[in-house]
Every structure is written in structure tokens, then in C-alpha cells.
């Protein structure tokens, strides 16, 4: 959840009976617990219960772990589930893309994927980024510890981050238990993020649920002043349907991605996409981009590298 201080937020739980006795809270980074005001909003008809849960008032900008207290006094804690916004949001931002940072990979003679990724991350800090975005490849091999090492890494962000998946994080739906949906939408500001899927080796088929679900989500963003989609990789195999929704009939303003470990080629990616399409290199490598958001829409920066962590 990204959402403004002083809004409420939504939260779905599953297996709660008498949502009027879960309590809520915020736990921020200094452990300070901030207690939640809920309500339970419409039925969902489904095996979730939807809670509105008002933050304090006095509540910092900043990210913060959800805790979720079952009558039974069971907990559940998600981290780094919440975002506070400042109240004022600047209509034009700097947004960061980070891509394949391989947690777990061995590379000889090379540095390590966490030192390099820790580096990239504390040099986005020191920017004007507004918003990271990381589209994939985040772990070697899916491996659960892998997962929670990046999570760990997550962390160091001084600003809100928006992760999906990518064919290394392929495996037994580790993906999922650590980092939840494959495709889903969020705002931020005016602006609309759609994130869809790339784990499986058919990028959102036809015949499968997603490009369904991709066009309810494109529909639901299409008031925002600008569209922004994330995945990891494009395969012209991706089916029609979604690249009508994408590219064609309604088309996002930008997509963000990389899987090649190297910039755009020549006519690489949607040819229907034309020139909305970035391609950043690996943050295995050091890699990173910033992308301007203006009035008259994203403009992408060069892609940057951070200094003394790999040999020429």
C-alpha cells in the first residue's frame, strides 16, 4: 500500500470470522507500534473479509510493517507493507528502475549480487527518486533464502519500491509466498503503475487468466494522467489480447524492463509499443536508470552506474 498520510487503506484477511475484533498496527522502524482504526467495509463474498484501516494522525512518512492480531490472539506480520506519503504529492517526480539484481548468484571474480545491490540502492538514495521501481529477477534460483535476503535488502530504500517477478523467480510459487499477486496495479500521485507477470515461460497467453485481468487493471487506470507498465522481460509470443490492451487500444505510456542485462536494441521490444519502451541494464552489473516525470510524460535518463564496485 502507497497511500497519502492522513488516508485510510484497505486490508483483505483470510479465515477471520469476527473481523470486529482483529486489531491493526503499524510497526515503524524504530519498533514504535501505531495502533490502527478498522472498520469492516462491504462483503466480499469470497473467503477474504475487507478491513478500512485509518492510520494516526500523527504518523511519519515512511515505510512500516503491517501487524494483524486474530481474536485468538494469533499475529501476522507483513513487512514493509505500508507506505506514508507526505500529504503533498509533486505532480513531477524522478522515478528509478533497477533490474536482475540475481540474489544468490556466484559470479568468480566478480563481486557479490547483495554488495552490488546495496550499493546501487544507497546511490538511488542520494538521488531525487521519488519511487523505485524493480522489475524482476530478483533472486538466482527462487530459493526461499534467497528471497528473504532481498527482503532484507529492500529495506535499506529510503523511498516506496514496486517489485514483480522474473524468470529466475520461478519455483514451487516462492515468488508468491514472499512477494504476493503476479499481476496487479497501483497509483501513485496521478499517475498509474500496471505490473503484469513474466515468471511463466508464456508471457500473459491467451488462454490463460491474465490478459483478463490485465484489462480490468488497464480500465481501472485509465483516469490517471499517465500509465507506467512493469514486467520483466517481452516475448512476441505474448498473447494478442494483451498487447491490444498495452499497446494498441489504450496504450500505456511507458514500459519498463530488462531481462537482456543490456540497453535497448534496435527494434527490441513491442513493435506496436514504438518508442515507449526503456530497457535498463543489470543491477548485477551496477546498473540503474532514472526517468523524469514531467508534463509531458516520462523522459528517460542514460542508464547510471555506480563507481568502484566492478573491474573495467
Known amino acids: 500500500v502507497i497511500v497519502r498520510a492522513g488516508m485510510p487503506f484497505d486490508v483483505l484477511l483470510r479465515g477471520i470470522t469476527s473481523p470486529a475484533e482483529v486489531s491493526c498496527a503499524l510497526i515503524g522502524a524504530d519498533s514504535v507500534e501505531y495502533p490502527l482504526t478498522v472498520k469492516s467495509t462491504a462483503d466480499e463474498q469470497s473467503i477474504y ?4 484501516c485509518q492510520p494516526p494522525e500523527q504518523i511519519q512518512p515512511g515505510g512500516y510493517a ?15 507493507a505500508v507506505w506514508i506519503l507526505a500529504p503533498e504529492i509533486s505532480e513531477y517526480y524522478v522515478l528509478a528502475h533497477v ?22 540502492i544507497d546511490e538511488i538514495n542520494k538521488t531525487d527518486a521519488a519511487l523505485c521501481a524493480i522489475t524482476g529477477d530478483i533472486t538466482e534460483n527462487a530459493d526461499p533464502e534467497q528471497f ?21 523467480d520461478r519455483d514451487n510459487l516462492q515468488y508468491e509466498r514472499f512477494m504476493g499477486l503476479q499481476t496487479w496495479a497501483r497509483t501513485f500521485g496521478s499517475d498509474g503503475f500496471l505490473v503484469f507477470d513474466t515468471k511463466d515461460y508464456v508471457v500473459a497467453d491467451d488462454w490463460g487468466p491474465q490478459p483478463g485481468i490485465l484489462h480490468r487493471l488497464r480500465r481501472m487506470l485509465r483516469p490517471c494522467r499517465f500509465t507506467i507498465g512493469l514486467t520483466h522481460r517481452y516475448e512476441p509470443a505474448m498473447g494478442v489480447r494483451s498487447q491490444l490492451v498495452l499497446f494498441a487500444d489504450d496504450p500505456i505510456d511507458l514500459l519498463l524492463y530488462g531481462h537482456t542485462h543490456q ?34 510524460g516520462p523522459v528517460p535518463r542514460s542508464a547510471a552506474r555506480v563507481s568502484g564496485i566492478h573491474p573495467d
Open 263 to 296: 540497453e535497448r536494441r534496435p527494434g527490441e521490444g513491442p513493435y506496436w509499443a514504438g518508442d515507449r519502451v526503456v530497457i535498463t541494464p543489470a543491477c548485477v552489473d551496477g546498473y540503474y536508470r532514472l526517468i523524469d516525470i514531467t508534463a509531458q
Open 49 to 52: 473479509t475487507r478491513l478500512e
Open 66 to 80: 503491517l501487524r494483524i492480531t486474530a481474536p485468538d490472539g494469533t499475529t501476522d506480520t507483513n513487512f514493509r
Open 148 to 168: 528473504r535476503r532481498f527482503l532484507g535488502l529492500l529495506d535499506r530504500f529510503s523511498v516506496p519500491t514496486l517489485v514483480c517477478s522474473g524468470n529466475h
Open 99 to 120: 533490474t536482475d539484481v540475481h540474489i544468490g548468484k556466484q559470479r568468480n571474480n566478480r563481486p557479490d549480487p547483495e554488495k552490488v545491490f546495496t550499493a546501487v
